[in-house]
């Protein structure tokens, strides 16, 4: 038999055999990388939209407030650039102003007389309100128009910046020109006095100081032994100290006293106060001592008091006013580094010569007229103590 007739057929006349159903097979799932799935384990996910949620309300919020803001916001406009529309305008606002003003005014004014019988009633008015208050114009108040004439001053007059009146810049104080001995030292706020106290000058020393506090009060004062101004050497002591201290002891009991000058350095420094010895011009010690604001340099000879003319303890004047006899040598070469640092401080020197000294003439033609200062006086006249010069005028009648 013939397989191909082989075959068995149904009723209906198809083939009794079951067909055979196509099988699918799924492509392998495509896994993430390491990174994603360490990210999924811990949560990420989660995360992710919990950050992007907040965000969201963030945005919302930050779009609300810039909203509302936008809408409240009021602009109060006035042209202005000085044009006549800026004026009307201001000129309406200020009529404005007034009328709110004077209503509120009317409004708070009490309808009854307050009348008081006895002296020793207590009387309480209603209070205004502050708007109504006349308050000064701070525009006006800057330009000086209600402050003072050409400053800053409070309820005054004059040409500083002070309140009150005067010729000043600070506080309404008046600031009279300085005056020592009678002679004006010009631009001067600010003074500092270097005094020579060698032997013969130390008794000129009170009068100098009595005349320096009684115009201006604690000034700095430096005391040197000495007025030659000579080139200094490499090691020159220089050191100053206050009076308060206990070398300035020393230093007085030694040179006020009959120690000789010509010691040298090393056996200066061995130099110490004794109490047993007496205290050489002892009411002028003690007078120093007691004032403020005072300094003396270590003895060092006599020609190097350019240590006291440009010490830092007189930089911030504005006048320095030697007083000496300006017998002692000096070069000009010295004078000439002297006069640069006092023009570099903006300071002048004007001295002041017990007697005209040998060197007088060139420290006053090469050191203070260059420096824009004057001599007061020439002569021992004007530091004389009073007493004395009666006497001598009864001596020479």
């Known amino acids: ?59 919302l919020a930050g779009f609300v407030v810039f909203a509302s803001q936008a809408f409240d916001k009021q602009v109060d406009f006035l042209p202005g650039g000085g044009t ?27 309808k009854q007389r307050l009348v008081s019988t006895s002296i ?30 050409g400053g800053f001053g409070i309820a005054g007059s004059g040409g500083g910046f002070g309140s009150g009146t005067g010729m000043g810049a600070m506080s309404g104080r008046t600031f009279k020109p300085l005056m ?3 002679k004006e030292l010009k631009d001067t706020r600010k003074m500092a006095v270097v005094m020579d106290v060698s032997r013969s000058m130390t008794k000129f020393l009170p009068l100098v100081t009595k005349e320096l ?6 000034s700095p004062l430096v005391l040197y032994f000495g007025c030659g101004l000579m080139p200094p050497p490499k090691q020159l002591d220089d050191e100053i100290n206050p009076v308060s201290s206990d070398k300035f002891r020393a230093f007085w009991q030694a040179w006020e006293g009959k120690t000789s000058l010509k010691l040298s350095a090393e056996e200066r420094k061995n130099i110490r106060y004794d109490p047993a010895k007496p205290m050489p011009l002892e009411s002028i010690f003690d007078l120093m001592t007691n004032r403020r604001n005072t300094w003396f340099v270590e003895f060092n000879g006599i020609t190097y008091a350019s240590t ?13 006013y030697w007083f000496a006899d300006f017998m002692d040598k000096v070069d000009s070469d010295q004078m000439k580094l002297i006069l ?31 420096s824009g200062g004057e001599v007061i006086s020439p002569t021992a006249e004007s530091a004389e103590p009073p007493k004395k010069k009666e006497k001598d005028k009864v001596a020479a009648q």
């Open 308 to 320: 006291a003319l440009m010490s830092k303890e007189v930089m911030e004047a504005d006048t320095i």
């Open 1 to 59: 038999m013939d397989p191909a007739e082989d075959t068995h057929e149904s009723v209906d006349g198809s083939s009794s055999e079951p067909a055979i159903a196509p099988v699918f097979i799924p492509a392998p799932e495509k896994q993430p990388n390491a990174f994603i799935r360490r990210w999924r384990s811990i949560g990420g996910g989660s995360l992710t939209l919990s950050i992007a949620i907040h965000a969201g309300l963030l945005a």
């Open 213 to 218: 506090d009684k115009v201006a009060f604690g």
């Open 180 to 182: 020592m001995f009678g």
């Open 340 to 370: 640069k640092t006092l023009k570099k401080r903006k300071q002048k020197l004007y001295i002041h010569a017990s007697r005209e000294g040998r060197s007088f003439a060139q420290v006053r033609d090469e050191l203070v007229i260059p």
């Open 84 to 110: 006549q529309q800026g004026a009307e305008a201001s000129a309406e606002l200020a009529h404005k102003v007034q009328l709110k003003r004077q209503q509120k005014l009317q409004k708070s004014q009490p």
């Open 120 to 149: 020793n009633a207590t009387l309480t008015l209603p209070e205004a309100p502050p708007d109504v208050l006349e308050l000064p114009d701070i525009a006006s108040m800057a330009d000086g128009g209600k402050l003072g004439s």
